[in-house]
């Protein structure tokens, strides 16, 4: 699994939402949608590095794409 380290929340949340994803809804983690993959970022600062990317590779993105929208 890629790691992707010291990724804040809302960070993750931007790159996401350049990347097509939007928030569908927020509590103690954050649901997005393309509206074909759901994806739930925890709202965690920083993100685990092995977490973010499993985030990564079930939003279709490579970690140097992500690290691009980032």
Same mark, same amino acid.
């Not at 380290?5 to 350049?18: N, S, T, Y």
């Not at 993959?37 to 499993?54: D, E, K, Q, S, V």
């Given at each position: 699994?890629p790691k992707i380290a010291g /990724?804040?929340? *809302?960070?993750?949340?931007?790159?996401?939402? @350049?990347?097509?994803?939007? /928030? *569908?809804?927020? +509590? @103690?983690? %954050?649901?997005?949608?393309?509206?074909? $993959? *759901? *994806? %739930? &970022?925890? $709202?965690? !600062?920083? &993100? !685990?590095?092995?977490?973010? +990317? +499993? &985030?990564? $590779?079930?939003? +279709?993105?490579?970690?140097?794409?992500f690290r691009r929208l980032i």
């Amino acid at each position: 699994m890629p790691k992707i380290a010291g /990724v804040h929340h *809302l960070q993750a949340i931007r790159a996401l939402q @350049k990347a097509g994803f939007r /928030v *569908l809804r927020e +509590g @103690k983690h %954050t649901i997005m949608t393309d509206g074909e $993959r *759901l *994806l %739930t &970022i925890p $709202r965690h !600062n920083p &993100i !685990n590095a092995f977490t973010m +990317g +499993g &985030i990564v $590779r079930d939003a +279709g993105l490579t970690p140097a794409e992500f690290r691009r929208l980032i």
